[in-house]
């Protein structure tokens, strides 16, 4: 079976907004496991198992990619003057190791997290920045999806040493685009989070405890 492709445009093609789910201050956006699990889902090759769980009391989404992918995601016009920092907890139970993750039969990361921005009105229209924790490019690299340059990958994460653990990370978004596309965008269009393993057939457990935009560029507390 050929490689899937995995990235964000394919997921904005079906427009589903979902406005009522976010519990924030008057300006921070915040997105609890719960709300994050009934977020629409994009199936690419098979199911990532979604669910949630308990960790020391607290509400827990997990996803499992067992040779499969699919994605969680939110279409949503997010204000990025208001809100321009992207922050999440995330934890890992392995990496995938002998991948060259920048070729298609390589292009599986055990949790990545999306942004999105439309650059014009037909489907295809789309820039993502695809924020993953990668298990061989090294902290800091950046590299063009192996299916589309509109979507770049960058590695927030490398390798297993902080594997088991929770980790917290804050992003620039628009200055991220700025650096990978040209562009410095007052709004983004769409996030979205996921575990794949489907073009190697690899399987790792990701878990996200919570996912915000944020006038706060500080780092979020995790479990």
């Not at 907890?89 to 298609?104: A, F, K, M, R, Y």
Request: glycine share 6%; proline share 5%; with cysteine.
């Amino acid at each position: 079976m050929p490689p899937r492709r995995h990235y964000l445009p394919s997921l904005l093609v079906a427009a589903i907004g979902i406005f009522s789910s976010a519990t924030a201050s008057a300006q921070d956006i915040s997105f609890t496991p719960r709300t994050m699990l009934e977020w629409p889902t994009k199936s690419f090759s098979g199911d990532t198992e979604y669910r949630l769980t308990q960790v020391d009391g607290l509400s827990i989404l997990e996803a499992r990619a067992n040779g499969q992918a699919s994605a969680k995601y939110l279409e949503r016009d997010i204000d990025l003057n208001a809100t321009p920092y992207l922050r999440w907890c995330w934890q890992v139970s392995n990496i995938h190791h002998g991948l060259d993750e920048t070729t298609q039969s390589g292009d599986d990361y055990p949790a990545r997290v999306y942004v999105a921005r439309k650059t014009g009105l037909l489907p295809w229209q789309v820039e993502s920045v695809n924020y993953v924790w990668s298990s061989s490019q090294a902290l800091g690299t950046t590299w063009p999806n192996a299916f589309t340059e509109r979507a770049v990958l960058m590695a927030v994460e490398s390798g297993d040493t902080k594997v088991g653990q929770w980790v917290g990370e804050v992003r620039d978004v628009r200055e991220d685009y700025q650096r990978l596309f040209g562009a410095s965008p007052d709004s983004i269009d769409g996030i979205a989070l996921m575990s794949d393993g489907d073009n190697a057939g690899v399987d790792a457990t990701a878990r996200f405890s919570r996912i915000e935009l944020s006038a706060s560029s500080a780092a979020p507390s995790c479990p």
